[in-house]
């Protein structure tokens, strides 16, 4: 965990105001009150993205970063999920994994 100081030092654009437009609007969850928070390695990584977006990108417009980050809050969830799903097929029998090999090519056109 890392304090606000030391998120802000990281990032010479980034300002107290921004984290805390993305605090209130949900883009960004730290521990603790707001004249002490601090943030997780995943705040750390959702912030490098945020300065990513509105600086590199010019994605002011918090609505536009909200559907940004829900997007990918998605992509992150079914990595998540597929991972489990390849881990649970590892564990099966070879003609359960062969099986669903072969229905995957099928439905996949393969």
């Given at each position: 965990m890392i304090t606000l100081d030391d998120l802000l030092r990281q990032h010479?654009?980034?300002?107290?105001?921004?984290?805390e437009r993305w605090v209130a609007r949900g883009l960004l969850r730290p521990a603790g009150d707001a004249d002490a928070w601090t943030f997780e390695a995943v705040d750390v990584a959702?912030?490098?993205?945020?300065?990513?977006?509105t600086a590199d990108l010019g994605l002011?417009?918090?609505?536009?970063?909200?559907?940004?980050?829900?997007?990918?809050?998605?992509?992150?969830?079914?990595?998540g999920q597929l991972d489990l799903?390849?881990?649970?097929?590892a564990d099966q029998p070879a003609a359960t994994?062969?099986?669903?090999?072969a229905a995957l090519a099928r439905l996949g056109g393969r």
């Open positions: 010479g654009n980034l300002t107290i105001v921004h984290v959702r912030v490098h993205l945020l300065v990513e977006l002011d417009d918090d609505d536009t970063l909200e559907v940004v980050i829900g997007l990918v809050d998605q992509v992150h969830t079914l990595r799903l390849g881990r649970a097929l994994r062969e099986a669903v090999a």
